[in-house]
């Protein structure tokens, strides 16, 4: 989400440092995106995206194949960024805290900043252009250099 050139980040504490994510999570069998999209903010921010003025836009997209400690198969993923522009009398509708883990605290930071964040998925360069696509005018996201071993470590 985004507001007045801040994303609404989730911060993680972690033992190896404080990673930042994009509020989110996966999509089950048979949900369309959209719909992952707005159980998750509903699941994790306490807001429901039904009330937003114009529905989120589907911005990036990232795929992922990266390794974890003790498994010996890739650990792969496609990530789809949406963005979705919060009006300032509704800033106040997200929740203080991670709604599925209230040890996590959700921070608005400025899209600037954002690039120099460890960032989850790896999407923060995007995030700090001062322009990005039309979606509405190309037809579809762009599509971003692929998290791997090199580009991305897990905190």
Known sequence: MLHDAHFCLI????????????????????????????????EELGFDLAVLPAPPVLRFVQDQQTERPREAEPFRRRHLVFTAHLPDHLVEAVAQTEQDDPGQAPVWVPAAAAAGLHLYPNVGAALGQPVWPDTAETGWPLLLPAMTATSYQRR
Do not use: Y
């Not at 504490?13 to 048979?30: C, W």
């Open 11 to 42: 911060r993680r504490q972690r033992e190896a440092g404080l990673p930042h994510s994009l509020p989110g999570g996966l999509v089950e069998d048979g949900e369309e995106p959209i719909a992952a999209l707005r159980r998750e903010r509903l």
